[in-house]
């Protein structure tokens, strides 16, 4: 199984997309004490769901559930880093590269050492869900589990700007007030999402906001 690696710009994207998401919801987020870590810890147990692990029942993995909780998993872990970095996107961006170029392949939690390769991906994300209880995040456990999942750093980078950009639009054309256009042309608009991130490069330096102009020109009464 190959670790896949996250490249510099895609980190910056990501790190300063959700800095402006969490600062939307609230300017004061990074002193308001918000749990996510508890919020990673609960999306870690939706994935456990997803996969399945229930010994009385039939039970069949849902990929695509599993991979779109990873997605979600992200949003809180980015979170959680940015609070202890003050907000520094750079500071940040600097400390997961460094996380990603030292390949750990090991951790130790309550005495005990796991290494990853050695564990299904079951038992990963188990592993994963006690570190968020214990409000730890570890970013190469969590790329080991992308990997087990079937899914690339470079398809998680297309998930997580295209859910977070969809979010800053909904903001923006009165979600909150109640006046969003949900539906375009007979279809929602997390389709509309699918068909943009799947024409566009996401190697572009403004991909972020390729995908916010695309929306854009697909929203009715524009």
Same mark, same amino acid.
């Given at each position: 199984?190959? $670790?896949?690696? !996250? ?9 300063? =997309? ?15 004490? *918000? ?27 849902? =990929? &695509? ?16 880093? =940015? ?5 520094? $996107? ?12 030292? %390949?750990? /392949?090991?951790? /130790?939690?309550?005495?005990?050492? *796991? ?5 299904? !991906? !079951?038992?990963? =994300? ?34 997580? $700007? ?12 009165? *979600?909150?007030?109640?006046? *969003? ?11 509309? !999402?699918?068909? $943009?991130?799947?024409?566009?490069? %996401? ?16 929203? &009715?009464?524009?």
């Amino acid at each position: 199984m190959e $670790v896949s690696m !996250l490249h510099a710009q895609q980190l910056a994207t990501m790190l300063d =997309l959700q800095q402006k998401m969490n600062a939307k919801v609230n300017p004061e987020w990074i002193n308001a004490g *918000y749990g996510f870590m508890r919020a990673a810890m609960v999306e870690s147990v939706e994935a456990i769901e997803h996969h399945g692990w229930k010994w009385w029942k039939a039970q069949e993995k849902d =990929l &695509p559930q599993l991979q779109m909780e990873c997605v979600d998993i992200w949003h809180f872990a980015l979170s959680h880093i =940015l609070i202890e970095y003050q907000g520094d $996107v750079e500071a940040s961006a600097k400390v997961i590269a460094q996380q990603l170029s030292e %390949s750990e /392949t090991a951790l /130790t939690f309550d005495g005990n050492i *796991y290494k990853f390769a050695q564990q299904d !991906l !079951l038992n990963n =994300l188990e592993l994963m869900t006690g570190l968020a209880a214990a409000k730890r995040f570890n970013v190469s456990l969590f790329m080991t589990i992308i990997a087990q999942c079937e899914m690339s750093t470079d398809t998680l980078f297309e998930q997580y $700007v295209g859910k977070n950009i969809l979010n800053f639009f909904r903001q923006d054309h009165g *979600y909150k007030e109640g006046t *969003y256009i949900k539906e375009w042309a007979g279809r929602e608009d997390n389709e509309h !999402l699918v068909d $943009v991130l799947t024409a566009l490069d %996401s190697t572009l330096d403004n991909y972020a906001d390729a995908v916010y102009e695309q929306l854009s020109l697909r929203y &009715p009464n524009n």
